[in-house]
């Protein structure tokens, strides 16, 4: 067995994924501290923020990436704490900033 797919998401509190749904508090390692903080994921939110989504390079064109994100976007819709599912995209070849 293998890692065909990786999906890394949080929820945030709009329908939007911004750049505070993706940052993280500095100390995130001190007890707490994350449950405080108004960036990162955001348990009472309602938007799943997809950061990331990557599929391993030996299985790409052969319809898995498509498959994958089908059934988390239908393992999300099944969830009743979820609104909506934001991506967070870019151009093919454009650096990230």
Do not use: N
């Amino acid at each position: 067995m293998s890692l065909v797919a990786h999906a890394c998401s949080t929820l945030g509190l709009g329908p939007f994924v911004t750049d505070a749904d993706m940052a993280y508090p500095k100390d995130w390692r001190e007890p707490g501290v994350c449950e405080s903080e108004s960036i990162g994921h955001q348990p009472d939110g309602r938007t799943v923020c997809l950061h990331s989504f990557a599929v391993d390079p030996k299985v790409q064109r052969r319809g898995a990436g498509k498959l994958a994100m089908s059934a988390f976007l239908d393992a999300m819709r099944d969830m009743e704490c979820v609104d909506r599912v934001a991506l967070l995209c870019q151009e093919v070849g454009e650096p990230a900033t």
